[in-house]
């Protein structure tokens, strides 16, 4: 069925930077669009950012775009979050999720356990 | 304020039949597929309900989806107390170029 393992979250500053990593495993991970969505503490589920199967261009919600970057690693299973000035409003879970095919417009079919990132001073 | 709105709470007894409403608008629901997700306390969101009434391997037939212009709903019968969870629709919006979910209903079974 495939699994995804977040890590690097954590407690920064506002205005720091962090990077979040997603370990992909028990499937082909090259074919598939992956994504970002987080959730705020007692909010709903937000969509943040997909990058597609090739790695070579990525989407983002107007909240991080020019902030967050993804990337994707296909020769090493990996996907990454680049966060940059890092705002109150970003602190969440973030969930590394797999599209179900090779276009952003596929559905999330595999999700991780998710990372906890808290912005505060 | 979320662009897709749905009721932030639902409720039923059990082997009820509940429904929990999703709106949108033409640039999402009116010209994109609808998806539902459930979110179970402490695990991560399942995909519940595949473009707009297509239920994935291991869905049971109980969860079943609808759309109707720029509307959609979920529907579930027989409810049981695992069903209780969080549930979103989802769709790409055309204008934003990007997914865009509801708020969210909480679904509490009694």
């Known amino acids: 069925q495939g699994q995804l393992v977040e890590s690097g979250g954590g407690v920064v500053q506002p205005g720091r930077s962090l990077r979040l990593s997603c370990a992909a495993s028990g499937f082909t991970f090259r074919p598939y669009s992956m994504d970002w969505v987080r959730q705020a503490p007692g909010k709903g589920l937000e969509w943040v950012a997909a990058v597609s199967a090739d790695g070579r261009n990525g989407y983002y919600t107007d909240a991080v775009r020019g902030r967050f970057t993804t990337s994707k690693d296909n020769s090493n299973n990996a996907l990454f979050l680049q966060m940059s000035s890092l705002r109150v409003d970003d602190t969440a879970v973030y969930y590394c999720?797999?599209?179900?095919?090779?276009?952003?417009?596929?559905?999330?079919?595999?999700w991780g356990q998710g990372t906890m990132v808290t912005v505060s001073s | 304020q979320s662009v897709l709105t749905q009721p932030p709470s639902a409720s039923g007894t059990p082997g009820q039949r509940v429904t929990i409403s999703c709106s949108g608008s033409?640039?999402?629901?009116?010209?994109?597929?609808v998806y539902w997700y459930q979110h179970l306390p402490g695990t991560a969101p399942k995909l519940l309900i595949d473009r707009n009434n297509q239920r994935p391997s291991g869905v049971p037939d109980r969860f079943s989806g609808s759309k109707s212009g720029t509307s959609a709903s979920l529907a579930i019968s027989g409810l049981r107390s695992d069903d209780e969870a969080d549930y979103y629709c989802a769709s790409w919006d055309d204008s934003l170029s990007g997914w865009v979910f509801g708020g969210g209903t909480k679904l509490t079974v009694l």
């Open positions: 033409n640039s999402n629901i009116g010209s994109n597929y």
């Open positions: 999720v797999r599209a179900s095919g090779s276009s952003w417009l596929d559905p999330f079919d595999i």
